[in-house]
């Protein structure tokens, strides 16, 4: 009898935990991974300790090259062009063409792009950093570069910045919202982090954007000019404005599955095409659609997606949220929700003179989120005390439980824990 074929697009997480998860499953199968940015998997939220120097991109990859021959996984360096669900075929730019039983996309994000004037025009100078080109650009530009300038609060942009003032270029950071990380951080956290960041050298600049780029000989960018008027010289323009999933080409295919946001599936990963499924941050999930850009959501919903496609019955409900992050040295965890919504409250506690600080959400009278800056946290434990909707009290008294450093007493927990409790009453 012939063996099913998996056909994965993308050696992102989501692809190669698929491809491991359906090789446990089904010994026999044929499995293969096509991918176009690199010929192996790597780490993608570590690039900027490449992009630093403190690691080649080969020691980013999490297995031995010799894992997927030993696994029979078959690994393909090529770009998907054409996808073609009737004959259960894909085709590659270098003109080859793939047979599938079933078809996991697994094709990621990629970079949210701006229409500022002049920046379609620009030949050289503008970066992104998500893929692996990216950090082999930025690695090209930022020895030559004097005038950098990062756009976009979020954590890819901060990366980036880190990146430049480690290679000791001057950098410029604009963040259109009125604090720095608007999407996770409150005002009294983004107050301690933008004065760390600032500590740092950097010229961080909030409630502002970039208005229109300036070119100069052969198109390489030479200044730009943000919303308030400024003008201001720059020769390395990062855009790290969010990413969207990386869907754009599949609307052009021989049988494109439908497309919201990202790739539309159920919540057992399957499109509106019965052989073909989605999963990772090109997934948009279930009916309420939900798209997930987090490593360890892609992980889980790889894993999940292989036991649907090898055919359990599987049914992905949304995680509580968790990211840990953190902004030069400074440590950041953040679980449930990261800010109050209607007749929410909010506990904040914060340490004068330290970059230290923990704040708590309640919904409907029960723990529903919390973010801590500067120290370790165990994230576990926080989520279980959100299922069981432990009263605030609760996890104040209980807070150094959850602490992961303790003995580098970062955190001076009977002054939080006092500060917190004055927010009770
Ligand atoms: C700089 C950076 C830092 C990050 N840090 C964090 C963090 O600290 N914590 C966290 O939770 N998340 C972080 N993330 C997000 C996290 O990396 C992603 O959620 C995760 O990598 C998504 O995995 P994926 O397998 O779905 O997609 P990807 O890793 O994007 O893999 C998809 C692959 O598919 C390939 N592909 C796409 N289209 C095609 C095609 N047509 N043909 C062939 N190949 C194709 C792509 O080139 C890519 O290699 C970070 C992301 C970036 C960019």
């Known amino acids: 009898m012939a063996q099913q074929k998996f ?144 756009v976009g609060g979020g954590l890819i942009g901060v990366e980036l910045v880190e990146c430049l003032v480690h290679h000791k270029v001057p950098v410029r950071f604009l963040v259109r919202e009125p604090h720095f990380f608007h999407a996770a951080l409150g005002k009294g956290e983004a107050a301690i982090v933008e004065a760390h960041l600032r500590h740092h050298g950097i010229d961080l600049r909030t409630n502002e954007t970039v208005a229109r780029v300036g070119l100069g000989q052969n198109a390489q960018v030479a200044e730009i000019e943000t919303s308030t008027g400024q003008n201001h010289p720059c020769d390395l323009l990062g855009v790290t404005i969010g990413v969207e999933p990386a869907v754009s080409w599949l609307r052009t295919v021989s049988t494109p599955p439908k497309i919201g946001r990202g790739i539309r599936v159920d919540d057992s990963f399957q499109t509106s095409i019965p052989s073909i499924y989605a999963a990772g941050d090109c997934a948009e999930i279930g009916s309420s659609g939900f798209v997930e850009q987090l490593w360890y959501s892609a992980k889980r919903q790889g894993e999940l997606v292989a036991r649907s496609m090898t055919g359990d019955k599987v049914s992905y409900a949304r995680p509580v949220f968790f990211n840990s992050s953190k902004f030069f040295d400074l440590e950041f965890t953040t679980v449930g929700l990261p800010h109050p919504g209607a007749g929410d409250r909010e506990y904040f506690s914060s340490i004068p003179g330290r970059p230290v600080s923990v704040r708590l959400i309640e919904h409907n009278g029960a723990f529903a989120g919390i973010s801590l800056l500067g120290s370790r946290w165990r994230h576990e434990l926080f989520e279980r005390w959100i299922a069981e909707a432990q009263p605030v009290s609760f996890v104040i008294e209980n807070l150094e439980k959850a602490q992961f450093d303790v003995e580098f007493g970062r955190v001076p927990m009977g002054e939080v824990r006092a500060q917190l409790k004055r927010c009770l009453t």
């Open 7 to 150: 056909l994965i697009i993308g050696n992102g997480v989501t692809g190669v935990t698929a491809a491991m998860t359906i090789r446990a499953r089904a010994p026999q199968a044929e499995i293969t991974i096509i991918s176009g940015e690199s010929p192996y998997f790597f780490s993608r939220t570590a690039m900027m300790y490449a992009l630093m120097g403190h690691m080649e991109l080969p020691q980013l990859e999490p297995y031995e090259r010799s894992v997927w021959k030993q696994k029979k996984i078959h690994l393909v360096h090529d770009w998907v062009t054409d996808i073609d669900a009737t004959r259960g075929l894909v085709s590659t730019s270098s003109s080859r063409s793939f047979a599938f039983d079933r078809l996991l996309l697994a094709t990621g994000s990629c970079p949210r792009q701006p229409d500022w004037p002049g920046l379609a025009e620009a030949r050289s100078g503008v970066v992104n950093f998500v893929s692996k080109q990216d950090l082999e650009k930025c690695e090209q530009l930022i020895p030559s570069a004097r005038n950098a300038t990062v």
